[in-house]
């Protein structure tokens, strides 16, 4: 019993070997894998989430991304929509746009945006819409974060 | 340097023969030069100088801890210079890439921050509720992108459990360095019950962070922000995080290291290191103390850097969970009465196959992730010195 443990052991041992190796050599085939299967994405509270919406103006589009209000569990009470517009080179100086924050069908706020500064100012016509989180500059374009709440 | 069967310092005597352990290098010297490599040779001679100059490095170190059985030393000394390694090559990288080391919000927006390994305890609850992860870093393909982050830790600890903290972490050759900068520690007594607090801060980042859907530690109280990447202070509350950010460096891993020669920043604070600890269990590799050797000298408990020994651990012959096999208690007992050894197999039959089986896969991870930054940390100062710019 006491060799058929060592043997366990320095089979384990060596074994680890082969763990490290193929942890190295075959980590992006894992690291592939794993997003795969487990279908792990980054929390939109950072992404934004997924869009929704393209509305395309022939030189530039606005992407409308679903409202984010996700928690642990369940929703949080307030929460955010966050808006796009690029590419950055084809943006006017100033843009006025009708946000339908909710994919309802109906306008939600009206965000004017310059995109010199970029600062924005957002006009609220539904009472979900709290107000303006903040305006960012993207690798090639603007976004705007629109505060909510939920129903 | 003295051939096998000679004593090399009093009470130690290696146990290999020099062919022996110019056979036992020889895996590692072919290994190295793959994972250095990645299977294609640097063309340009500046690279071809840092590879060099890297490889020659690293397989020297490992020769060194293998002629003269010597594993602490040889290593702190690779620990600690991937750890300054670290800071230049992904500053210079930063800087190279975004032009600052700020990570600005659109960097966040566009998934942007490269993923760590301290923030994977707060990521799982998470993860495991909402198939998300609460850090603005890239799913795959791309620089520390998350998935490939995550295959490394797990790797890295099946195969050496909590030896990640002294064999891969690119952090803690920081405190390590600062703890042997003073021979003789000016705080020689920690009230034992410190060793709890990574495991209270664990408790409380893992909880808060899956509350407030963010990575609290990284927010909030990770030291190593100082000299990474860090947020451009616009508000009040980023210049609060700075201040604690700043202020941790300088206590957990600059000022209280030094006190005391110990790893304060990975033994008493780290939350990812409490977590690791849990690795130990199962993981094949261990420390053994051979209580028939043993005379209770307690030096062992006295040098350990991450408090892993205490008087009861030693009495019954085994270090505490959260051992990360740096192989400092090994390589300063004087009566060798301590060893790395395999689970099942008792320290009194334990052999020096044993080490070297530690030792492999250890080293293997070691260079995959050390040797990149030294390379990559080489090549911008020779860049520095022979065009006068790191890019």
Redesign the interface.
């Known amino acids: 019993m006491c060799l058929v443990?060592?043997m366990?052991?320095?089979t384990?041992?060596?074994f680890?070997?082969v763990?490290?190796?193929?942890?190295?050599m075959g980590?992006?085939f894992?690291?592939?894998k794993?997003?795969n299967t487990?279908?792990?994405?980054?929390?939109?509270?950072?992404?934004?989430g997924e869009v929704v919406k393209v509305i395309d103006h022939g030189g530039y589009r606005t992407l409308i991304h679903r409202p984010v209000f996700?928690?642990?569990?369940g929703q949080t009470q307030e929460g955010f929509v966050q808006i796009d517009w690029q590419p950055l080179a084809a943006l006017p100086e100033t843009m006025e746009e009708d946000i339908d924050c909710f994919n309802s069908g109906n306008a939600a706020c009206h965000i004017r945006l310059d995109t010199k500064t970029p600062t924005a100012q957002v006009t609220v016509y539904n009472p979900q819409v709290i107000g303006l989180e903040?305006s960012?500059?993207?690798?090639d374009g603007l976004?705007v974060r629109v505060l909510l709440r939920r129903e | 340097m003295k051939l096998s069967g000679v004593n090399t310092c009093p009470g130690k005597e290696r146990a290999l023969s020099f062919p022996k352990i110019l056979f036992a290098c020889l895996p590692m010297l072919l290994l190295t030069a793959l994972l250095l490599s990645q299977g294609k040779l640097p063309v340009e001679p500046i690279k071809q100088a840092a590879f060099i100059l890297t490889y020659v490095f690293i397989n020297g170190l490992f020769f060194l801890m293998v002629y003269t059985g010597k594993v602490h030393r040889y290593r702190s000394v690779l620990f600690i210079t991937v750890a300054v390694a670290f800071i230049i090559a992904f500053g210079a990288n930063l800087l190279e890439v975004r032009g600052s080391m700020i990570l600005k919000e659109e960097d966040i927006l566009a998934g942007g921050a490269p993923f760590c390994h301290l923030v994977i305890p707060a990521v799982i609850i998470p993860a495991v509720f909402t198939k998300t992860i609460i850090f603005p870093g890239t799913i795959i393909n791309r620089f520390a992108s998350i998935a490939g982050m995550l295959v490394l830790w797990f790797g890295a600890s099946v195969a050496l459990g909590r030896g990640w903290c002294s064999w891969v972490c690119f952090y803690g050759g920081l405190d390590e360095g600062f703890s042997r900068l003073c021979r003789k520690p000016v705080i020689k007594n920690i009230n034992e019950k410190w060793r709890y607090l990574p495991w209270a801060v664990l408790l409380v980042i893992v909880l808060t962070s899956a509350l407030t859907f963010s990575p609290v530690y990284c927010e909030w109280l990770c030291p190593f922000k100082t000299v990474t990447e860090f947020a451009a202070v616009t508000s009040f509350k980023v210049l609060v995080q700075t201040v604690l950010f700043v202020t941790l460096f300088i206590s957990l891993v600059v000022v209280l290291p030094v006190l005391t020669g110990r790893r304060t920043q990975c033994g008493l604070f780290c939350p990812f290191a409490a977590f690791q600890s849990l690795t130990n269990k199962i993981n094949i590799f261990t420390i053994g103390i051979d209580r028939e050797k043993c005379v209770d000298c307690k030096q062992c408990i006295n040098t350990c850097p991450t408090f892993s020994l205490d008087t009861d651990s030693v009495k019954q012959g085994k270090p505490l969970l959260s051992c990360t096999k740096c192989g400092q208690c090994v390589d300063r007992c004087p009566r060798q009465a301590i060893q790395f050894r395999l689970k099942g197999i008792p320290v009194s039959m334990t052999t020096q196959t044993a080490k070297m089986l530690f030792l492999y896969p250890a080293f293997i991870f070691a260079t995959a992730v050390g040797g990149g930054l030294i390379y990559g940390a080489l090549l911008r100062i020779l860049k520095l010195i022979i065009t006068g710019s790191m890019f």
């Open positions: 443990r060592r366990l052991s320095y384990v041992a060596l680890m070997i763990v490290a190796l193929a942890t190295l980590g992006n894992f690291a592939a794993l997003a487990t279908g792990i994405k980054v929390s939109p509270w950072y992404t934004g996700d928690a642990l569990f903040k960012y500059k993207l690798k976004a």
